[in-house]
Every structure is written in structure tokens, then in C-alpha cells.
């Protein structure tokens, strides 16, 4: 059965010539059905044969990296791929091309960064030209109207003018005769800078300067490139000594100070420069620009098929590494797995890579004899895949053995749909599921984020999820937890008046049945139920929850043993499948004996308590089976406990074959391994090869101590079979416990009602008893009902959304664990590794 | 005889579900993945089915109205 037992594997040998090694390689990864064994796992990264085309590999990509984060940067689109064909470059001319465009874009980008920042420098000065020269032209002409003040109001104390930048010139120009020679320092600064710069400007010159500063705006740094606030200053102030000071801390402010002329004049001739230098610049760096642009757009255009080579050929050397290198160093030797449906591919493959490279041999390739474990390989089609990855994260199968991924398929959603059982709730799972694989294509492509990636990958479970669930929730008659009647009207009927079956006639008139409040509705036809699923007149009623715990417990039951039994049953097709019959009688037998003795019994008897209707108290039988075995119905007080007659002869049969399963499971199997060892170890001191008995053991490996050569501990052994005994024994116990969640989890989903028009109902009817009363008016009873509804809207959706999300993942967990402990560990050893081939097609990113 | 008969449809399906399976041709092996889960499938509905069906025919409690 595809997908039961993991593809059968065989290890290769293949002797490549090596000057065809990279071609015959290359052919072998477009294959990608042969996983290579590294012959030289004992040397270092860099002491192997093609460990400098590897750097060269690393090198190469880094120069794609950069080159896709200049053309991101640059917002040019990618081209996809043209053609499978790769580039016709070769690896040394694509390396040479690489290095060449790397240099190219290097030398424009260094270009177009000196030129950036010398357009972003004159910029700058262009706006210390301007400020500053309305600084010296503002405080110049208030120092005209000072003086010409002070003229009037001869030296009075009016003469302290408000502006406080005009008394400095003005006392400048009172004390020229003194020798200070007064200096200023023009520039820019960021504006966030400016206060403490100020500060210490004034700390470092004693209060002995003037700042001047007005901000500029948005301004682009020269240095970095990045757009500031910033602010133009200018700083005056007296001596040389204080000249060097402010220098210093405009260095330190990382302010960029601008030669700033005293003469108008010059200041005009200067500005007319610098605007005429900008133009130039601008033009100079609108050209480097395009051409930038182009380059760019050239390596866009082959960025794709550059990394996929590149990447390609990163792993062609990788594996070419994984080789022995022959004394002769003419040939390359490989071993590698491959799955034996895939040899007549390889072959070819390799047939075709010997007559294009035209050596004069070809690649031989043969099997290989080896005791080694093969990998694991299980060839799942997209709708299984998932399936296959939820058992693989438990454990990835052992080579060729059961493979519960094809049970999983059904019983995995049906378990979560046990627990999740809605018509509603499945419907709008389905709406969902039917979407992501409706437009699988598209979204196949896109980049999904985590969570809705995870949920694409499981698109077939949550599929296959959905319409299970829709299918128990007809079971449980359940839609949006209300109740359906799909199937039929209610066996159900008021017990004095059997053409009584409405509830909800009855409850608007109790008096039609008054027995119904109390005894309950009596069932027309005993022995033929609602026919499909729970029975309407259930819903609501007081013993609503009492009657589902029952069936949904028992249920629970009733399916944990079934599912247990199957992956006892799976357990039994290994051991043929491995020809260990050992393990057959000394472990399959007992444990389908131990499990069915006490529990598949227990499941008899809830079907035949169901069937004929007794009351018989299932605990106490089952307790007392243990208790006093022998005594089914208390000595003649509890008669109904009997179900069927030679009952308490039964039960003792089982007790005590369930008691003769347990060492039953625990001693034969290691005393006959022993004796087996002890016989073999004779054989070989008696001169026997041990040839034969490898051959017969070649193929199944299966059993404790088997092994080729290994020492026989029986304790060991011992040891091992006792804790498979114990865990089975206490596991039939703990593993059927354990299948009730399914009733707990399925409880809690049909009691956290969302949507529950019943209850709704009820708050409606309360609040319309106030309307009785005096008080009431009609407005008050709209607003009241207002209110309460669109609260209550706003409520449900939260809650639909919540239980849905919640209770989903809750259900699946809880499926996962059942199938991953209960079902797995009853034959699944999982124990195997994952054939991981070396493919093109599953190369990882650069 | 109602759960016979019921049974019998779910035995119906599961015969319906084999001649698609059958008839579908594709390779062998993949048809006996198909009718392994045809088979389990029409197991666990009709279990589901079967157990609410044989738990409803003679009630010990029964449904008593709330008021």
C-alpha cells in the first residue's frame, strides 16, 4: 500500500570520473533522489578537496546580497526567472562578471556619495549665506537707529535699546579703538544640539561671546546623508585664544562651520558661486544617477538566475566535498541512498551526464552491502503531506515499518471532530478550509506570515477537520448549539397524551401535561430510536446533560479501545512484515488478550446494556470482577447486575487469562532470546561462519539483541521487557482513561453556547415581567430590549470567534496526543531518520 | 432491526465508496491507500452513528421538561 511502509532503500556506490564529477553531480541534483554519505566526516570544513570553491560560492552570494539590497534600495523589481536554463555564464565567468559589477557599483556609489555631500555642503553654505548675512544686515541697521538715537537722546538711559544684538556692534563700535579684534565663526548645527552648545560656548568663553541662531528647517547632513533639523549660527566673540576655543567646540558639536566673508560685496560674489556650483553639481549628479539606475536595472534582470546558480552550485560542491577522493585522484567515489523505484532514474541521469561530458568513462554505480539502518523515506502527494508531518513530529518512522500516518487521515480528524461536533461550527471551518485549497495556487506563492502559514500547510486537515465535524454535529444534533430537526420529529411524547410532542407546547402550557415537568417524557417506541443521531427532545431539558455524559463517556470509551485494538493490530503486521515471530507470540497474543479481557469485555457490556435496556451498574460489575470475582449480581441483591446468563463464569475466565497475559508478556521473550544468543555463541566456537545468519538477519533487525555481532546482555533485555510489560499493563488502564477527554472536550463544546437563543428567550421573558407593573412604559421596554441586543451581538460574535479558535486548538491538541500516545505507542517505534536527498529543488536561500 | 438496517446503509456507502476507488485507475497501491480510507472512514461514522443509535433505544432517564 503506498504510503504503509516507507520507500524501499538501497546504499550505491558510484565511482565518478573526476573531471565529470561537477556535471555528474549537478545531473544527479536535478534528480534529487539520492542522499550522499559523507566519506569524510573526520576532516574539517577546510581541509576538504573543494573547500576554496566554497568560499568562492560564499563569496559570490555575498555579492548577490548586496547587490539585491541596492536594487531593493533602488525599488527595482526583480525579474522572476526567464527559463530553467540557468545563465550561460559558467562558475568562473559568472564569478568574474559578479566581481566586475560589484567594483562598478561600488566606484558609482562612492561617486555619487562625494558628490552628494559636496551638493549638501553647498547647500548649507548657500543658507549660512543667506542667514547670516541678515543677522549683520539686521544688526546693522539697528545700530544706525542706535546711533542715531543716541545722537538725540545724548547718552541717557533710554539708550539701552531691547534688541540685545545691536548694543554689542554698537559698544564694538563705541570701543574701536581698541586693540580686540572681534571674530566671528558662521555655521550649521542640529537644532536639538543647539542648547547645550550654547551652554558651553558661554562656560568656555566666560559669557564672553554673542550667539546668534535661527533655525533653517529640514536640512540634509553632508556627513551622513540624512535629513536634520537644523539651525544656522553665527558666534562672535573677542581674541584669538577664545577663536580657537569655539573651534574646538564646534568640532565637537559636529557643527560644520562655513567660510563666511566680512566684505557685502564678497558675500555677493560668493553666493553667486555657490549657486552656480549647485546647478553644475546638480546636472553632474543627475547623470551618475541614470547610469546607476542602468547598472542596476542590468543586474536586476539576472539577479534570479544568478542566485539560483550560485546556489546551485554551493551544493554541487557541498557534495562534491561528501566524496573520497581515489589515490589515483581520477576518480571521485560516492556512496549514497537511494530508493530503488528511483534507480532507473539515476541511471539514466547519469548516462546522460557521461555522454555530455564525454569522458572517455563513464559513472559506475552498484549497490552496496551494508548492516547500517537506511533512512527513511515516505513519497506523500500534497493532500497527505500533513498528515505524514504530524506523525513525523512525534517521530520519524523506523525503516519500513507501519506507517500510522495512513491511519491518521481519517482518525485524526474524526477524533477532533468527536470533540468538536457542530453543524455550524464545521460549516464555517469548512468556508474556511475551502478557501486556502480553492486558491492554493495563489496563496502557494505568497508569503503567509507564521500562523496562516502553518494553517495553509494543514489545509487538508483542517478540510478533512470540517467535514467530519459537520457530520458529529448531525450526530449531536447540534447547529450553532441549537437543535435540528433534519432527521425526523422526536420519539419523545408526553407520557399521558402520547400525540403530545412539542416541548415547547408543553412548557407554554404545563397544564396539557403536568408529568413532563416531573417523570418526563415518555418514549413512544422503545427499541427504535430517533434514527440518525441525538433525538430533539433532549435539547433543554433537565436531564439534557445527564443523558449525553452518559453516551458521550461511553462513546469515548467505546472508540479508545477500538483504536488501541487497531494499533495493537498494526503492531502484529510489523512483526510479520520483520518475521519476528517471537515477539508475535510473546507480545501480540498477551496484549490483545489483556487488553480485550478486561476492556473490549467492558465495551460488550455497554453494548448489550444499551441493546436490552438493563440497569445493570456497569462500575460495580467491572469493580467487582476484580473484587470477588465469581459473584456478578451481589450474592441475589442486585439481580439487574446479570446481563446474560453464565456471566460470573465468564468474567473469571477473563480475570484470570488477563492474569496469565502479564507474565505471559514479561518472561518468555528474553529467556528464548537467551537461549537463541546462547546457541549462536556455541555455533561460532564451533567453527560456524556467522555469514548465513547475517543474510537471514539482513532483513529484519527487528527484535531486542538481534544485532550483528552485539553483545547479549540479558539483563538488559530483561530490564527492557519489563518496562514494555509494565507500560502496557498500566497503559491499557491509563490509555482508555485517557480517551475521555474526548468526552470531557466535547462537553465543554456543546455547553459554551455562543448563540443561545433559549437563553435569550429567557432574559426576553424576564425582562418583560416588569411591563405588569405600573411603572412601565413603552419606551423604557424598547430602550431595555436596545440595549440588550446589540451588547449581546457584539458578545456572540466574540464568543463564536474565541470558541472557535480556542476550542479548535484545544480539540487538536487533544486528537494529537491520542494519536501520538494512545494509538502510536501500541507500535510505533519512530525511531528512524529522514531521507533527506541531495536535490536542487530543496536547496536553502543564500 | 433498525440499527441492521442502518447498518446496512453505512455497508452500502462503503461498497459505493469501493467501486469509486475501484474504478478510479489509478496505480494499485494507491488504490488501497484510497480503500483504507474509504474503509476507516465509513468505520468511525458508522461507529458514531451505531453507539448514539443503540444508546437512545431504551432510555433509563428521560427527558423532563424545565419550568
Same mark, same amino acid.
Given at each position: 500500500?503506498?504510503?504503509?511502509?516507507?520507500?524501499?532503500?538501497?546504499?550505491?556506490?558510484?565511482?565518478?570520473?573526476?573531471?565529470?564529477?561537477?556535471?555528474?553531480?549537478?545531473?544527479?541534483?536535478?534528480?534529487?533522489?539520492?542522499?550522499?554519505?559523507?566519506?569524510?566526516?573526520?576532516?574539517?570544513?577546510?581541509?576538504?578537496?573543494?573547500?576554496?570553491?566554497?568560499?568562492?560560492?560564499?563569496?559570490?552570494?555575498?555579492?548577490?546580497?548586496?547587490?539585491?539590497?541596492?536594487?531593493?534600495?533602488?525599488?527595482?523589481?526583480?525579474?522572476?526567472?526567464?527559463?530553467?536554463?540557468?545563465?550561460? &555564464?559558467?562558475?568562473?565567468?559568472?564569478?568574474?562578471?559578479?566581481?566586475?559589477?560589484?567594483?562598478?557599483?561600488?566606484?558609482?556609489?562612492?561617486?555619487?556619495?562625494?558628490?552628494?555631500?559636496?551638493?549638501?555642503?553647498?547647500?548649507?553654505?548657500?543658507?549660512?549665506?543667506?542667514?547670516?548675512?541678515?543677522?549683520?544686515?539686521?544688526?546693522?541697521?539697528?545700530?544706525?537707529?542706535?546711533?542715531?538715537? /543716541?545722537? %538725540?537722546?545724548?547718552?541717557?538711559?533710554?539708550?539701552?535699546?531691547? *534688541?540685545?544684538?545691536?548694543?554689542?556692534?554698537?559698544?564694538?563700535?563705541?570701543?574701536?579703538?581698541?586693540?580686540?579684534?572681534?571674530? +566671528?565663526?558662521?555655521?550649521?548645527?542640529?537644532?536639538?544640539?543647539?542648547?547645550?552648545?550654547?551652554?558651553?560656548?558661554?562656560?568656555?568663553?566666560?559669557?564672553?561671546?554673542?550667539?546668534?541662531?535661527?533655525?533653517?528647517?529640514? !536640512?540634509? *547632513?553632508?556627513?551622513?546623508?540624512?535629513?536634520?533639523?537644523?539651525?544656522?549660527?553665527?558666534?562672535?566673540?573677542?581674541?584669538?585664544?577664545?577663536?580657537?576655543?569655539?573651534?574646538?567646540?564646534?568640532?565637537?558639536?559636529?557643527?560644520?562651520?562655513?567660510?563666511?566673508?566680512?566684505? &557685502?560685496?564678497?558675500?555677493? @560674489?560668493?553666493?553667486?558661486?555657490?549657486?552656480?556650483?549647485?546647478?553644475?553639481?546638480? %546636472?553632474?549628479?543627475?547623470?551618475?544617477?541614470?547610469?546607476?539606475?542602468?547598472?542596476?536595472?542590468?543586474?536586476?534582470?539576472?539577479?534570479? =538566475?544568478?542566485?539560483?546558480?550560485?546556489?546551485?552550485?554551493?551544493?554541487?560542491?557541498?557534495?562534491?566535498?561528501?566524496?573520497?577522493?581515489?589515490?589515483?585522484?581520477?576518480?571521485?567515489?560516492?556512496?549514497?541512498? !537511494?530508493?530503488?523505484?528511483?534507480?532507473?532514474?539515476?541511471? *539514466?541521469?547519469?548516462?546522460?551526464?557521461?555522454?555530455?561530458?564525454?569522458?572517455?568513462?563513464?559513472?559506475?554505480?552498484?549497490?552496496?552491502?551494508?548492516?547500517?539502518?537506511?533512512?527513511?523515506?515516505?513519497?506523500?502527494?500534497?493532500?497527505?503531506?500533513?498528515?505524514?508531518?504530524?506523525?513525523?513530529?512525534?517521530?520519524?518512522?523506523?525503516?519500513?515499518?507501519?506507517?500510522?500516518?495512513?491511519?491518521?487521515?481519517?482518525?485524526?480528524?474524526?477524533?477532533?471532530?468527536?470533540?468538536?461536533?457542530?453543524?455550524?461550527?464545521?460549516?464555517?471551518?469548512?468556508?474556511?478550509?475551502?478557501?486556502?485549497?480553492?486558491?492554493?495556487?495563489?496563496?502557494?506563492?505568497?508569503? &503567509?506570515?507564521?500562523?496562516?502559514?502553518?494553517?495553509?500547510?494543514?489545509?487538508?486537515?483542517?478540510?478533512?477537520?470540517?467535514?467530519?465535524?459537520?457530520?458529529?454535529?448531525?450526530?449531536?444534533?447540534?447547529?450553532?448549539?441549537?437543535?435540528?430537526?433534519?432527521?425526523?420529529?422526536?420519539?419523545?411524547?408526553?407520557?399521558?397524551?402520547?400525540?403530545?410532542?412539542?416541548?415547547?407546547?408543553? @412548557?407554554?402550557?404545563?397544564?396539557?401535561?403536568?408529568?413532563?415537568?416531573?417523570?418526563?417524557?415518555?418514549?413512544?417506541?422503545?427499541?427504535?430510536?430517533?434514527?440518525?443521531?441525538?433525538?430533539?427532545?433532549?435539547?433543554?431539558?433537565?436531564?439534557?446533560?445527564?443523558?449525553?455524559?452518559?453516551?458521550?463517556?461511553?462513546?469515548?470509551?467505546?472508540?479508545?479501545?477500538?483504536?488501541?485494538?487497531?494499533?495493537?493490530?498494526?503492531?502484529?503486521?510489523?512483526?510479520?512484515?520483520?518475521?519476528?515471530?517471537?515477539?508475535?507470540?510473546?507480545?501480540?497474543?498477551?496484549?490483545?488478550?489483556?487488553?480485550?479481557?478486561?476492556?473490549?469485555?467492558?465495551?460488550?457490556?455497554?453494548?448489550?446494556?444499551?441493546?436490552?435496556?438493563?440497569?445493570?451498574?456497569?462500575?460495580?460489575?467491572?469493580?467487582?470482577?476484580?473484587?470477588?470475582?465469581? *459473584?456478578?449480581?451481589?450474592?441475589?441483591?442486585?439481580?439487574?447486575?446479570?446481563?446474560?446468563?453464565?456471566?460470573?463464569?465468564?468474567?473469571?475466565?477473563?480475570?484470570?487469562?488477563?492474569?496469565?497475559?502479564?507474565?505471559?508478556?514479561?518472561?518468555?521473550?528474553?529467556?528464548?532470546?537467551?537461549?537463541?544468543?546462547?546457541?549462536? %555463541?556455541?555455533?561460532?566456537? =564451533?567453527?560456524?561462519?556467522?555469514?548465513?545468519?547475517?543474510?537471514?538477519?539482513?532483513?529484519?533487525?527487528?527484535?531486542?539483541?538481534?544485532?550483528?555481532?552485539?553483545?547479549?546482555?540479558?539483563?538488559?533485555?530483561? !530490564?527492557?521487557?519489563?518496562?514494555?510489560?509494565?507500560?502496557?499493563?498500566?497503559?491499557?488502564?491509563?490509555?482508555?482513561?485517557?480517551?475521555?477527554?474526548?468526552?470531557?472536550?466535547?462537553?465543554?463544546? /456543546?455547553?459554551?453556547?455562543?448563540?443561545?437563543?433559549?437563553?435569550?428567550?429567557?432574559?426576553?421573558?424576564?425582562?418583560?415581567?416588569?411591563?405588569?407593573?405600573?411603572?412601565?412604559?413603552?419606551?423604557?421596554?424598547?430602550?431595555?430590549?436596545?440595549?440588550?441586543?446589540?451588547?449581546? +451581538?457584539?458578545?456572540?460574535?466574540? %464568543?463564536?470567534?474565541?470558541?472557535?479558535?480556542?476550542?479548535?486548538?484545544?480539540?487538536?491538541?487533544?486528537?494529537?496526543?491520542?494519536?501520538? !500516545?494512545?494509538?502510536?505507542?501500541?507500535?510505533?517505534?519512530?525511531?528512524?531518520?529522514?531521507?533527506?536527498?541531495?536535490?536542487?529543488?530543496?536547496?536553502?536561500?543564500? | 432491526?433498525?440499527?441492521?438496517?442502518?447498518?446496512?446503509?453505512?455497508?452500502?456507502?462503503?461498497?459505493?465508496?469501493?467501486?469509486?476507488?475501484?474504478?478510479?485507475?489509478?496505480?494499485?497501491?494507491?488504490?488501497?491507500?484510497?480503500?483504507?480510507?474509504?474503509?476507516?472512514?465509513?468505520?468511525?461514522?458508522?461507529?458514531?452513528?451505531?453507539?448514539?443509535?443503540?444508546?437512545?433505544?431504551?432510555?433509563?432517564?428521560?427527558?423532563?421538561?424545565?419550568?
Amino acid at each position: 500500500m503506498e504510503l504503509f511502509r516507507s520507500e524501499e532503500m538501497q546504499l550505491c556506490q558510484l565511482m565518478i570520473p573526476a573531471e565529470a564529477a561537477h556535471d555528474t553531480v549537478a545531473a544527479l541534483g536535478e534528480v534529487g533522489m539520492l542522499q550522499f554519505k559523507d566519506l569524510n566526516a573526520d576532516r574539517t570544513a577546510f581541509q576538504r578537496t573543494y573547500a576554496n570553491q566554497i568560499k568562492r560560492c560564499d563569496e559570490m552570494a555575498r555579492q548577490l546580497r548586496f547587490f539585491t539590497a541596492e536594487v531593493e534600495k533602488a525599488g527595482i523589481p526583480v525579474a522572476p526567472r526567464l527559463s530553467s536554463e540557468q545563465g550561460a &555564464l559558467d562558475f568562473d565567468g559568472l564569478e568574474a562578471k559578479l566581481a566586475q559589477l560589484e567594483g562598478e557599483l561600488l566606484e558609482l556609489n562612492g561617486n555619487s556619495d562625494r558628490l552628494h555631500r559636496s551638493h549638501n555642503e553647498l547647500l548649507e553654505l548657500q543658507l549660512v549665506l543667506e542667514r547670516a548675512a541678515s543677522f549683520f544686515e539686521d544688526a546693522r541697521s539697528s545700530a544706525d537707529r542706535a546711533q542715531r538715537e /543716541s545722537a %538725540t537722546a545724548a547718552y541717557s538711559d533710554s539708550a539701552v535699546t531691547p *534688541d540685545i544684538g545691536a548694543p554689542l556692534l554698537e559698544s564694538a563700535q563705541a570701543f574701536e579703538p581698541k586693540a580686540v579684534q572681534l571674530g +566671528f565663526v558662521a555655521g550649521t548645527i542640529p537644532v536639538e544640539k543647539l542648547a547645550p552648545f550654547e551652554r558651553l560656548l558661554f562656560r568656555a568663553t566666560r559669557g564672553n561671546m554673542f550667539l546668534k541662531f535661527t533655525p533653517v528647517g529640514s !536640512v540634509a *547632513d553632508p556627513a551622513t546623508g540624512e535629513r536634520q533639523e537644523k539651525a544656522v549660527f553665527v558666534v562672535f566673540f573677542a581674541g584669538e585664544r577664545a577663536r580657537q576655543k569655539i573651534l574646538k567646540i564646534c568640532e565637537a558639536f559636529s557643527a560644520n562651520r562655513y567660510p563666511f566673508p566680512d566684505d &557685502l560685496s564678497r558675500q555677493r @560674489q560668493m553666493n553667486a558661486e555657490v549657486n552656480g556650483r549647485l546647478r553644475e553639481l546638480h %546636472t553632474t549628479l543627475e547623470a551618475g544617477d541614470r547610469l546607476r539606475e542602468g547598472v542596476l536595472q542590468a543586474i536586476a534582470l539576472n539577479l534570479d =538566475a544568478w542566485s539560483v546558480q550560485v546556489r546551485r552550485e554551493k551544493g554541487i560542491y557541498h557534495t562534491l566535498n561528501k566524496l573520497s577522493v581515489d589515490v589515483t585522484r581520477k576518480v571521485l567515489v560516492a556512496e549514497a541512498w !537511494v530508493p530503488v523505484a528511483a534507480k532507473v532514474r539515476v541511471q *539514466d541521469a547519469l548516462r546522460t551526464a557521461a555522454a555530455r561530458a564525454a569522458s572517455p568513462v563513464g559513472t559506475v554505480f552498484q549497490p552496496m552491502i551494508t548492516y547500517e539502518p537506511p533512512p527513511t523515506y515516505h513519497q506523500t502527494a500534497k493532500q497527505t503531506a500533513a498528515f505524514q508531518d504530524i506523525v513525523d513530529a512525534y517521530g520519524i518512522a523506523r525503516y519500513r515499518e507501519a506507517n500510522p500516518a495512513v491511519f491518521t487521515i481519517i482518525s485524526f480528524p474524526f477524533l477532533f471532530a468527536v470533540m468538536f461536533g457542530d453543524i455550524g461550527h464545521g460549516l464555517l471551518m469548512l468556508m474556511f478550509a475551502l478557501v486556502l485549497v480553492l486558491r492554493e495556487r495563489q496563496m502557494a506563492k505568497q508569503d &503567509l506570515g507564521d500562523i496562516l502559514g502553518m494553517m495553509f500547510g494543514g489545509r487538508y486537515i483542517i478540510l478533512l477537520m470540517s467535514l467530519f465535524s459537520i457530520y458529529t454535529g448531525l450526530i449531536y444534533n447540534e447547529m450553532f448549539s441549537v437543535v435540528t430537526t433534519l432527521f425526523g420529529t422526536t420519539r419523545f411524547a408526553c407520557a399521558t397524551n402520547h400525540k403530545l410532542t412539542d416541548a415547547v407546547a408543553i @412548557q407554554m402550557k404545563p397544564e396539557l401535561c403536568p408529568s413532563a415537568f416531573t417523570t418526563g417524557l415518555d418514549m413512544t417506541t422503545p427499541g427504535s430510536p430517533f434514527v440518525f443521531g441525538v433525538d430533539p427532545a433532549w435539547h433543554g431539558t433537565r436531564t439534557e446533560l445527564q443523558f449525553l455524559n452518559s453516551v458521550k463517556m461511553k462513546m469515548s470509551i467505546l472508540m479508545g479501545v477500538v483504536q488501541m485494538n487497531a494499533g495493537i493490530i498494526l503492531s502484529f503486521f510489523n512483526q510479520r512484515y520483520f518475521s519476528d515471530m517471537l515477539s508475535t507470540v510473546c507480545e501480540f497474543i498477551p496484549q490483545m488478550i489483556f487488553l480485550n479481557a478486561l476492556f473490549g469485555y467492558l465495551c460488550i457490556l455497554i453494548v448489550m446494556k444499551w441493546a436490552t435496556g438493563s440497569t445493570a451498574d456497569l462500575y460495580h460489575t467491572l469493580i467487582y470482577m476484580f473484587l470477588s470475582p465469581g *459473584d456478578v449480581d451481589c450474592g441475589g441483591a442486585c439481580p439487574e447486575n446479570q446481563l446474560f446468563a453464565g456471566q460470573a463464569q465468564v468474567q473469571v475466565f477473563l480475570l484470570l487469562v488477563a492474569f496469565v497475559a502479564v507474565p505471559w508478556m514479561l518472561l518468555p521473550k528474553p529467556l528464548i532470546l537467551k537461549k537463541r544468543h546462547e546457541k549462536r %555463541t556455541q555455533q561460532a566456537a =564451533a567453527g560456524h561462519s556467522r555469514a548465513a545468519a547475517q543474510t537471514s538477519g539482513a532483513h529484519a533487525g527487528g527484535g531486542h539483541g538481534d544485532g550483528h555481532g552485539e553483545e547479549f546482555e540479558f539483563g538488559e533485555v530483561m !530490564v527492557h521487557q519489563m518496562i514494555h510489560t509494565i507500560e502496557f499493563v498500566l497503559g491499557a488502564v491509563s490509555n482508555t482513561a485517557s480517551y475521555l477527554r474526548l468526552w470531557a472536550l466535547s462537553l465543554a463544546h /456543546s455547553q459554551a453556547r455562543p448563540w443561545p437563543p433559549a437563553r435569550l428567550r429567557r432574559r426576553r421573558r424576564r425582562r418583560r415581567l416588569p411591563r405588569a407593573g405600573p411603572r412601565s412604559s413603552a419606551g423604557l421596554r424598547r430602550r431595555g430590549l436596545r440595549s440588550s441586543t446589540r451588547p449581546f +451581538f457584539v458578545f456572540a460574535c466574540a %464568543t463564536l470567534g474565541v470558541l472557535m479558535v480556542m476550542e479548535s486548538l484545544s480539540a487538536f491538541l487533544h486528537a494529537l496526543r491520542l494519536h501520538w !500516545v494512545e494509538f502510536q505507542n501500541k507500535f510505533y517505534h519512530g525511531d528512524g531518520y529522514q531521507f533527506t536527498p541531495f536535490s536542487f529543488e530543496t536547496l536553502e536561500p543564500l | 432491526m433498525g440499527f441492521w438496517l442502518g447498518t446496512l446503509i453505512f455497508l452500502i456507502f462503503e461498497a459505493l465508496g469501493f467501486g469509486v476507488v475501484q474504478f478510479s485507475g489509478k496505480p494499485h497501491s494507491t488504490k488501497l491507500l484510497h480503500h483504507t480510507l474509504v474503509g476507516s472512514t465509513v468505520i468511525c461514522c458508522w461507529m458514531m452513528w451505531g453507539i448514539v443509535y443503540l444508546s437512545q433505544m431504551y432510555p433509563l432517564v428521560h427527558p423532563i421538561l424545565q419550568g
